[in-house]
């Protein structure tokens, strides 16, 4: 019971004087900060979890580039002790993007941002620990676009079975269309260490997705024409 509350007294030293324990894993790389706010105005928190199946504690938090103001994503892995990192950028090289906070979803993190100059079109990429590989993975791919002022479009990959699923609603007809189905080219793994963030957006939705959603969009006005 001593050793116990000898450990919450010694954490809450650490909380006090600003320093926040889970930073002892990750190591910041010089010239970069911690963001510490996202698009949304909320904390952008470092988030802790049991991400890669032994049973201790791993880190993950995005980081910002003091002269370029690009960020990275910084994972640490208790398993091999060792910092993973992706690189987060828009499609377009100038266009910086919105982060919003890390979310975690059982041993899932998700990441998200929205493009500057498309507030309407955010990006949600779904990361999961490959214990074979000792890799990490990702495992999903969702979009959510304004595409018109009456129209939002929706898409959601599975990078794993390959499934996806297109969502297109007019808010004006009030109709929604849906497009489901399965295509192996998604099933091409995707780990983080290899791929920005820049280059998954081309292969899973420029490459694939953005095609199938163009057919829903087609499909649906042609419904709606009187």
């Not at 060792?82 to 828009?90: A, C, F, I, K, P």
């Amino acid at each position: 019971m001593k050793k116990y509350q000898t450990l919450l007294l010694i954490l809450l030293m650490l909380l006090a004087l600003g320093i926040n324990p889970l930073f002892a894993q990750i190591k910041i790389p010089t010239g970069y900060t911690v963001l510490n706010e996202s698009a949304n105005g909320k904390a952008m928190d470092v988030v802790s979890l049991y991400f890669d199946n032994d049973k201790l504690a791993d880190t993950a938090v995005i980081v910002t580039d003091n002269t370029t103001g690009k960020n990275k994503l910084l994972i640490y892995l208790s398993a091999t002790k060792q910092v993973v990192t992706m690189d987060l950028g828009s499609r377009y090289e100038d266009f910086p993007i919105y982060l919003l906070p890390l979310k975690v979803r059982k041993n899932v993190i998700e990441y998200s941002y929205i493009e500057s100059g498309t507030a309407h079109f955010g990006h949600f990429l779904k990361l999961r620990y490959h214990a074979e590989k000792q890799k990490i993975q990702v495992i999903g791919y969702d979009t959510e676009e304004k595409i018109s002022p009456v129209e939002y479009l929706k898409t959601s990959a599975n990078l794993i079975t390959g499934k996806y699923i297109i969502h297109r609603e007019n808010v004006d007809t009030q109709k929604t269309t849906v497009l489901s189905g399965t295509d192996k080219r998604l099933k091409n793994p995707i780990f983080l260490g290899k791929m920005s963030s820049f280059q998954v957006y081309h292969a899973v939705y420029e490459e694939i997705i953005k095609h199938k959603a163009q057919e829903a969009i087609k499909h649906a006005k042609q419904y709606e024409q009187p």
